[in-house]
């Protein structure tokens, strides 16, 4: 485990940044274009062979938000830090990620030495992630920086890019998960006056206020902006600073949605995700990680109803498995995150046929300096539990 070192708080010297955009690799293999008229009804008896094939050096991880045709083959279901982490405690070589490109990062931040790190398709991006770019981030330190005697504790979402998270490493803060980000920010507080948040400004708005932080001690980022649009008397007033960023699936949910659902399906619960925004949060029942939402609904009663704030795939699964509870999503209209959607079993196929034939294609490799510094800002988390 690396040492933990307590670097660049912005009451003291601040480090030079070395972090570098991870580099992706392409491989040579068989052409992608051609298994695009691979038949669809081929398409799971040959998966299902490479999978067999390839036997326990093969591990293919499935995000809760893939789709069934991709997750069907998943040996791991989960959230992307439970993934990482079984990934890594397992002795497969190949880590096959069906999610989006944060993640499979995470992977290889966590991975095992000797461990390959794969996503099937490199244009499986975040939108949320991509929002706090390394560059941004910098200059709104050295902005924070520039105001002067802030004590400011940097704190990122696991949805964010491993620059980010290393970034969080070097200067003395932790990763957050939709699951543990007040425990996180408790410790925080701890360390600091007050926390920069990225890039999530919604997750850090309802875990704050639901710690009794009031909305008014709470300011937002805008890095188009000098200051990121503030001044720096509501910088000093501020004990959160909300990176203004989001999730283009969970923000589409409104507060008419709730209403609407109260409207139609009297005694229906409504759950949100916590990357929803505050007055849909506020006006939901419950509040839960994707994790936390699958386990609140499968240890409900029969008989019970649900309208759900995440994203679609999950939901329409939870829908067909937990046939005996009513589960619906929350907006009428279809939430699938078009990223995460990206993963087609085209994909899958070419990644595994490659891997048959000795080739690694799209390898997620996070450079060594960045891998170390995000890897103390996962450990931190880690250890808090
Ligand atoms: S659901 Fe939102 S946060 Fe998750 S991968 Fe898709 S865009 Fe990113």
Not at 158 to 182: C, D, E, P, R, Y
Not at 233 to 261: N, T
Request: net charge negative; proline share 4%.
């Amino acid at each position: 485990m690396p040492q933990l070192i307590e670097l660049g708080r912005l009451t003291s010297q601040a480090q030079p940044s070395t972090l570098r955009v991870p580099e992706m690799e392409k491989g040579v293999g068989c052409d992608f274009s051609s298994y695009l008229l691979v038949p669809d009804t081929s398409l799971d008896e040959r998966i299902g062979a490479a999978v067999q094939k390839l036997g326990s050096d093969l591990v293919i991880l499935g995000h809760h938000y893939q789709r069934d045709e991709v997750i069907r083959f998943a040996r791991f279901r989960g959230d992307s830090l439970k993934l990482a982490q079984q990934a890594a405690e397992c002795d497969a070589k190949y880590i096959v990620f069906c999610g989006v490109h944060f993640m499979a990062e995470s992977a290889d931040v966590l991975r095992r030495l000797g461990q390959v790190v794969i996503l099937p398709d490199l244009n499986a991006g975040c939108s949320m992630a991509d929002m706090a770019e390394i560059g941004q981030v910098e200059t709104c330190w050295a902005e924070l920086e520039a105001v002067g005697g802030l004590d400011v504790v940097p704190v990122t979402y696991m949805n964010s890019t491993a620059a980010i998270k290393a970034f969080t490493g070097l200067h003395g803060g932790s990763v957050v998960t939709s699951s543990n980000a007040a425990r996180v920010l408790q410790w925080a507080f701890t360390e600091g006056q007050r926390v920069l948040f990225l890039p999530d400004e919604h997750l850090g708005r309802n875990t704050a206020y639901s710690m009794g932080i009031p909305l008014d001690e709470m300011i937002v980022w805008d890095p188009e902006q000098e200051l990121g649009g503030n001044t720096e008397l509501s910088i000093r007033r501020a004990k959160m600073i909300l990176w203004k960023g989001y999730c283009s699936v969970h923000q589409r949910f409104l507060p008419e949605h709730v209403d609407r659902v109260r409207a139609e399906h009297p005694g229906m619960r409504v759950i949100v995700h916590p990357e929803c925004r505050f007055e849909v949060v506020q006006k939901a029942d419950d509040t839960g990680s994707t994790e936390g939402i699958l386990k609140k609904i499968t240890a409900a009663p029969p008989g019970s109803s649900w309208a759900v704030g995440t994203e679609v795939h999950l939901v329409n699964r939870l829908a067909k498995t937990l046939t005996d509870r009513t589960v619906i999503s929350l907006d009428p209209h279809v939430c699938v995150c078009t990223t995460m959607f990206r993963i087609t079993p085209q994909h899958l196929l070419w990644t595994l046929d490659n891997l048959l034939e000795g080739t690694v294609v799209n390898r997620i490799s996070v450079p060594e300096n960045e891998r170390r510094w995000a890897r103390v800002a996962l450990d931190r988390m880690l250890q808090l539990g």
